[in-house]
């Protein structure tokens, strides 16, 4: 393995040369611009493109365009971005097109603050088009480490599943400094657990098969393959249709290729749940790190804590909230948007505290586990009966 | 098992960021474990930036500097901002640019350190790295050739004259009250 001390951009731009991405296209946005600027320099000698865009809705079409053409490919934004992503992620997600979308996230809403974190498109991630009739993949980094592992895992899973993934990092993990590894062979990519699946090119006519499976290869044009594909509802064979029945057929393999292979998607992490604990962190991302550090705090202080952290979001884990507790969710927003999932999968209360482009500290996070098993409402909550 | 915490605010341009990333960069290079987060508003010069870094011997759960050992005020605001903070920490601070106030820290030391790196290395622009001479003194966890070494790798074209202004920090420090 090789250490650097770099940012979470960079390792991404790492992990997508050793995915084999043969093509980035973007627009640079605070705080993933940078990814922009190492691919530039790291794709071109790799054998990749570099294309910067016009805009974000030019950048993810060129990535359609690229993976069409037989290249895996890779975008990098943040939310003001994101949101322009919305015609051409639709487009992926229905000829399914297997993407890599990072989404830096930055506290908004719109332009927000450029510099400060934020966890807002939490939802966006699982509708990040319109029209319904589709699962997301959505994976969530809390280090620079898993910033590149996740994004080596993410490319696996476009291809697989050959769909969008998108990163759902925010600005402490893509801005934030610190070491990571990187494998210098197969068998140390290996040894990460992580695996590169080349790009195919399906050999038709069957393109757009009736079924969940997955595996299947990528449709890719110009290749003999007389592969069709366009932003209508598709045949088998790939042809527009106006059939409702071929249209539910396309809607239930684009939500059930997903939903039938969870497995492969899941990732958490959790601490302290073995003696279950009267109070269970939730989080995700950045806020993960201290809310680690202050259950463990918590602990030492006789209190009964743990924490779940999703290192997957989409599909949403539900089973992760069957134990009796009481779930307090931290996150970096004040609207409580996995707070309001967990609240739809969990059995027991569900509390929240929320910050705003700035993390929440230990000593409050102490506090409110404390209140909590006092069995005191904290000062925020997503029940608007109890804000103060 | 140990957790140092070091926070760098000041304004852009001044190197905080640079500080920060040295800083982070050296102790990793020493076999320890580091966490760097800046943060800045949308101005390249001017406005306000921030480096939190934390150097440990073990994983670093939270990368968030909440209780600095070392707090490196390199501008007024900054110091107003933070200083209290490192209420159980020192607090370093250039009297030509920071005047203390009337809630300082418990521990306030004075550093010269615009005037040390017109001295050392002919521009005041190596203060930063004067302060990061006495940080790694005041840290004293490895020796100061990883940062003279990450700056000879991270800015290859000037490193010598910050060299010299981060061994002027360093020789400075046993100078440091406080």
């Known amino acids: 393995m090789k250490t650097y001390f770099d940012t979470g951009n960079a390792a991404m731009v790492e992990a997508a040369v050793i995915a084999g991405c043969g093509l980035f296209s973007g627009y640079p946005i605070t705080p993933a611009t940078e990814i922009a600027e190492h691919m530039s320099r790291r794709l071109p000698p790799a054998g990749g493109l570099y294309i910067q865009a016009e805009d974000e809705t030019a950048a993810l079409h060129i990535c359609i365009g690229g993976a069409l053409g037989g290249l895996k490919a890779m975008t990098a934004t943040s939310g003001p971005g994101y949101v322009l992503y919305a015609d051409p992620y639709g487009w992926a997600i229905s000829a399914e097109v297997p993407l890599v979308i990072v989404n830096a996230q930055r506290v908004g809403p719109v332009s927000g603050i450029t510099g400060a974190p934020g966890q807002g498109e939490f939802y966006l991630s699982r509708y990040p088009t319109h029209g319904g009739n589709f699962e997301t993949i959505v994976l969530a980094p809390n280090s620079v480490q898993e910033a590149f592992t996740m994004t080596v895992e993410a490319f696996a899973l476009a291809e697989r599943f050959r769909t969008p993934v998108t990163v759902l990092a925010d600005q402490l993990v893509t801005d934030g400094y610190a070491s990571f590894a990187v494998p210098e062979n197969e068998e140390e990519l290996r ?32 290749r003999g393959t007389g592969a069709a594909c366009s932003d209508w509802t598709p045949t088998e064979e790939g042809y527009d249709t106006e059939d409702t029945v071929e249209q539910m057929r ?128 904290l000062p925020q909550s997503t029940d608007e009966r109890e804000i103060r | 098992m140990f957790r140092h915490e070091v926070l760098i605010s000041g304004f852009g341009g001044q190197g905080v960021a640079v500080a920060g990333r040295i ?152 100078h440091c009250a406080g």
Request: glycine share 8%; hydrophobic share 45%.
């Open chain 2, 23 to 174: 800083l982070g960069r050296s102790a990793v290079a020493a076999g320890l474990q580091a966490t760097m987060l800046p943060s800045h508003g949308t101005e390249t010069r001017g406005g306000y930036v921030r480096s939190q870094v934390v150097i440990a011997d073990d994983d670093i759960d939270s990368p968030l500097v909440e209780k600095p050992d070392i707090f490196c005020a390199l501008s007024q605001a900054a110091y107003t901002r933070f200083a209290q903070s490192a209420a159980q920490g020192v607090v370093l601070y250039d009297p030509e640019t920071v005047a203390t106030g009337p809630a300082p820290a418990a521990r306030s030391t004075a550093v010269p350190a615009r005037g040390i790196a017109l001295e050392s290395a002919g521009t005041a622009l190596a203060a930063n790295i004067v302060m990061l001479g006495v940080v790694l003194r005041r840290l004293n966890l490895f020796p100061a050739d990883y940062a003279e070494q990450a700056l000879r790798e991270l800015m290859p074209r000037h490193a010598e004259s910050n060299i010299r202004a981060l061994r002027a920090g360093c020789a400075h420090c046993p």
């Open chain 1, 191 to 222: 040894a990460l657990g992580l695996q590169v699946v080349p790009r195919r090119a399906h050999p038709g006519p069957d393109f757009y098969p009736a079924c969940a499976d997955i595996d299947i290869p990528p449709v890719v044009l110009g």
């Open chain 1, 250 to 377: 396309h809607a239930r393999r684009l939500i059930y290729k997903i939903r039938a292979h969870r497995e492969l998607v899941d990732r958490y992490d959790a601490y302290g749940l073995e003696n279950d604990p009267d109070i269970v962190l939730v989080s995700y991302g950045s806020p993960s790190r201290v809310v680690l550090g202050a259950v463990k705090e918590a602990r030492r202080q006789g209190l009964s804590a743990g924490c779940i952290r999703l290192q997957s979001l989409w599909p949403f884990q539900d089973e992760l909230f069957r134990r009796k507790a009481d779930y307090l969710v931290v996150e970096l927003n004040a609207d409580g948007q996995l707070a309001r999932e967990v609240e739809r999968a969990a059995r027991y209360p569900v509390h929240f505290m929320g910050a705003c482009g700035e993390l929440p500290s230990t000593a409050e996070l102490v506090r409110a586990i404390r209140r909590l098993e006092r069995g005191e409402a």
